[in-house]
């Protein structure tokens, strides 16, 4: 029985459905609880539920001074608290929550994105091993830690499709197609949320940021979001519809507007989408200080009208907004706020209070002992070791450069990440004073043996002109058999505010593997950082490249595995690689337009550019092996189907080169013809197969009418009869194989 089969026959029998979060109609035990306790709550009790606030020892915000919050908590006017980490600390905090009158405990809230106390790659990274097992595999480790540390609910997680690398963000998401983007919701949601709210080991899902944040303009953080409710529905709201179906806890909001709404302030999207079309029935948490931000939006007059907007938009608890409860009580005074809207979003809240067991025991989560065992053990790391080889893409291996041989006795290590430690977590990572995050240096040192002398030069700083280190870094080069090049970005070049207009590697690094070039060396290049990133030397002249992500606790272990081939690297792009970022947003999946450039080449009167091609260096989908694979003798069961027949498509893949591995296969359809142009391309299935050298093995896709459908002129879903052309490959530049076949009425 697969894992996912054995999680829901768990879940079944456990009483917890697979979608908790949309309601069966007759009340339960815990509403007969939420509504008993709503009836003794006053007005300023139930609007304290909605309210939330950061601990201020770690801000993931701009910081709002309060020094009245521990007393609102022991007044009952705080519902939950973010970056409070830890049993002991939890536990004195939700001491002084239990001093109130009704003693309604908090929810603690943390950013727990990829990784708790053991850090897995950052969730691009991730997302490029296309291994849906992996990727739940560090949620659950992420959840069980973070749950032994005294934490309810992570923000995560994020599932904003993102088609522009400028946006530092996109380090935190799936990247660019909605169809993966989904998939890898199911997996985190399933990896936070383990066998379901209540169990010890497991901590609420956010998914966020609903919706469409991912699409800021210009790939400028927080900007404006402008798009057809077509493009909305087909490509950003499917990954928080999966999310949602595997049972997500709750979902947050997101800073951007939408059409002119803000989120925060959208009803359309809470109310007639969230909370009335897919039937949510958790809550919504606005991000940080959205509430007040929509007077900067230009939406709100000030906070209190912000405060009546987010409320009756949907948005059931203010995070560091500070404009629900100092407004609220007054809003429904003035029967500008209808108290049914306050009970609404406090039976929410309490839904989950009561689902998470902490009305039985509050310090449930708060238990030292089992904190100790849990986090940053050996198991963990482990598993962020193998969820950090798979994320890694191999970008180029000249002449089979890769994996490195025994023969070469003297490495030299090069660039300004060699040695870093620091950088390897990424962004949103939770810091830690003292964490073991293995550089690149010390992973080849833990896995070259003896007979090899590692050498390393800094060469240049990753984002100033200074080239003084050159001349020693060519030195160094010419004293080694083989050079690794390790450069990039800093943790905090990618992430939250950190959108970049230039995304080449920083620096003067790529004048330093010029440099180190000179001297005839072979040169393997890892790239490090939290987006793609242009580098068009070194994609053209270097011999081999890696493209590393940030790795996380097990950084430099992984990278060795894969420089040695310990494991064979089977990572592929889950974001499409520009050439310049004036070609930016680029993405696979564009539409054909009435003047399609041939192979994306500059043609006169074609939608191209004189200066550069469409094309991108590195498309979504790409990945090279150690090994070789053939994709063969493609078989449709028909060549037509009807709407309610499934069509089963089969290929051979065969392992042809000298090395066990795997290839991730992918399924891609093209409707040529319909009522609304369709993508020339889109992803509709994959797999990732492993495969011994020599071994074959059949693969089989099904296809049904969900994958042939679409938004209609009148927004219906429906698939229309007409051909359909069908692609196999390992990249979506890389069609291997192809058939066509009929949709007939
Ligand atoms: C931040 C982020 C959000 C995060 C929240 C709490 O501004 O936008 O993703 O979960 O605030 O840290």
């Known amino acids: 029985m697969s894992t996912r089969n054995l999680i829901i026959l768990l879940l079944l029998c456990g009483g917890t459905s697979l979608h908790a979060q949309q309601k069966s109609s007759k009340p339960d035990a815990i509403d007969q609880k939420v509504e008993a306790l709503l009836a003794k709550m006053t007005l300023e009790e139930k609007v304290g539920q909605m309210n939330q606030y950061t601990s201020d020892r770690l801000a993931t915000g701009p910081l709002t001074p309060n020094s009245s919050k521990w007393q609102e908590i022991k007044d009952g006017k705080v519902g939950s608290l973010l970056n409070v980490r830890g049993a002991k600390e939890t536990r004195e905090v939700q001491a002084l929550a239990l001093q109130s009158r009704l003693k309604i405990p908090l929810l603690f809230g943390l950013d727990v994105i990829h990784g708790y106390r053991v850090t897995f790659p950052i969730p691009l990274g991730e997302a490029a091993s296309w291994d849906l097992?992996?990727?739940?595999?560090?949620?659950?480790?992420?959840?069980?830690?973070?749950?032994?540390?005294?934490?309810?609910?992570?923000?995560?997680?994020?599932?904003?499709?993102?088609?522009?690398?400028?946006?530092?963000?996109?380090?935190?998401?799936?990247?660019?197609?909605?169809?993966?983007?989904?998939?890898?919701?199911?997996?985190?949601?399933?990896?936070?949320?383990?066998?379901?709210?209540?169990?010890?080991?497991?901590?609420?899902?956010?998914?966020?940021?609903?919706?469409?944040?991912?699409?800021?303009?210009?790939?400028?953080?927080?900007?404006?979001?402008?798009?057809?409710?077509?493009?909305?529905?087909?490509?950003?709201?499917?990954?928080?519809?999966?999310?949602?179906?595997?049972?997500?806890?709750?979902?947050?909001?997101?800073?951007?507007?939408?059409?002119?709404?803000?989120?925060?302030?959208?009803?359309?999207?809470?109310?007639?989408?969230?909370?009335?079309?897919?039937?949510?029935?958790?809550?919504?948490?606005?991000?940080?200080?959205?509430?007040?931000?929509?007077?900067?939006?230009?939406?709100?007059?000030?906070?209190?009208?912000?405060?009546?907007?987010?409320?009756?938009?949907?948005?059931?608890?203010?995070?560091?907004?500070?404009?629900y409860l100092p407004n609220l009580i007054q809003l429904v005074q003035e029967k500008k706020v209808d108290v049914a809207l306050i009970d609404d979003a406090v039976r929410r809240i309490l839904r989950k209070k009561f689902e998470m067991g902490l009305f039985d025991d509050p310090y449930r989560f708060s238990d030292e002992k089992r904190e100790v065992k849990e986090i940053n053990s050996e198991a963990n790391r482990k598993a962020s070791r193998e969820v950090a080889r798979?994320?890694?893409?191999?970008?180029?291996?000249?002449?089979?450069?890769?994996?490195?041989?025994?023969?070469?006795?003297?490495?030299?290590?090069?660039?300004?990440?060699?040695?870093?430690?620091?950088?390897?977590?990424?962004?949103?990572?939770?810091?830690?004073?003292?964490?073991?995050?293995?550089?690149?240096?010390?992973?080849?040192?833990?896995?070259?043996?003896?007979?090899?002398?590692?050498l390393y030069s800094k060469g240049c700083n990753i984002n100033d002109t200074s080239r003084a280190g050159f001349a020693e870094a060519v030195k160094t080069a010419q004293q080694a058999d083989v050079v690794i090049m390790a450069v990039g970005e800093t943790l905090d070049m990618s992430g939250e505010a950190k959108s970049r207009a230039n995304i080449h590697i920083p620096g003067v690094q790529e004048e330093l593997i010029k440099a180190v070039q000179t001297t005839g060396k072979p040169v393997v290049v890892l790239v490090m950082g939290g987006r793609p990133l242009i580098f068009n030397w070194t994609a053209e002249h270097a011999n081999a490249i890696l493209f590393t992500w940030w790795l996380g606790s097990e950084a430099g272990n992984a990278m060795a595995d894969v420089l040695y081939g310990d494991y064979n690297p089977a990572g592929h792009l889950p974001m499409t690689f520009p050439r310049e970022e004036g070609q930016i947003p680029l993405f696979y999946n564009e539409k054909s337009t009435g003047r399609p450039a041939p192979d994306g080449k500059s043609t006169p009167y074609r939608s191209s550019y004189l200066d550069v091609s469409n094309n991108p260096r590195y498309a979504f989908g790409y990945g090279l092996s150690y090994t070789n694979f053939d994709f063969s003798d493609l078989k449709l069961s028909k060549a037509s189907i009807t709407a309610n027949e499934n069509l089963t498509v089969t290929f051979t893949l065969k392992n042809t080169g000298n090395y066990a591995g795997e290839e991730v296969v992918q399924l891609y359809l093209q409707d040529p013809v319909a009522s609304v142009t369709r993508p020339i391309k889109e992803l509709k299935d994959f797999q990732k197969v492993y495969l011994k050298p020599g071994e074959s093995k059949t693969i089989t896709f099904t296809i049904d009418k969900e994958k042939l459908s679409f938004y209609d002129q009148q927004m219906n879903w429906t698939a229309e009869p007409g051909e359909f052309r069908l692609m196999i490959g390992n990249s979506s530049d890389h069609i291997l194989l192809k058939d066509k076949f009929e949709l007939v009425d």
């Open 133 to 323: 097992k992996a990727i739940e595999l560090s949620a659950r480790v992420a959840g069980r830690e973070a749950a032994a540390s005294g934490i309810h609910w992570t923000f995560a997680p994020m599932v904003d499709i993102a088609r522009d690398p400028r946006w530092g963000r996109v380090m935190e998401g799936a990247g660019e197609d909605t169809y993966l983007g989904s998939q890898i919701a199911h997996a985190r949601v399933r990896g936070f949320q383990g066998k379901g709210l209540g169990n010890l080991d497991a901590v609420m899902a956010c998914v966020k940021h609903f919706a469409a944040y991912g699409a800021a303009l210009a790939g400028r953080d927080y900007n404006t979001v402008d798009m057809s409710e077509r493009q909305l529905w087909e490509v950003y709201l499917p990954p928080f519809k999966a999310a949602l179906d595997e049972g997500a806890a709750t979902f947050m909001n997101s800073f951007n507007e939408l059409d002119g709404i803000p989120a925060t302030g959208n009803k359309h999207l809470q109310r007639d989408i969230l909370k009335g079309k897919w039937n949510y029935q958790g809550f919504v948490v606005s991000d940080w200080g959205s509430v007040s931000e929509m007077v900067a939006h230009g939406f709100a007059k000030d906070r209190k009208d912000a405060a009546r907007l987010a409320v009756t938009a949907g948005s059931d608890m203010d995070m560091e907004g500070h404009s």
């Open 390 to 454: 798979k994320s890694i893409v191999l970008l180029k291996n000249d002449n089979q450069l890769l994996p490195l041989s025994d023969k070469y006795r003297k490495i030299a290590v090069i660039g300004p990440l060699g040695k870093s430690n620091a950088d390897m977590q990424g962004f949103w990572s939770v810091k830690w004073d003292n964490d073991r995050l293995v550089s690149l240096y010390e992973g080849l040192q833990n896995r070259s043996g003896k007979q090899t002398e590692l």
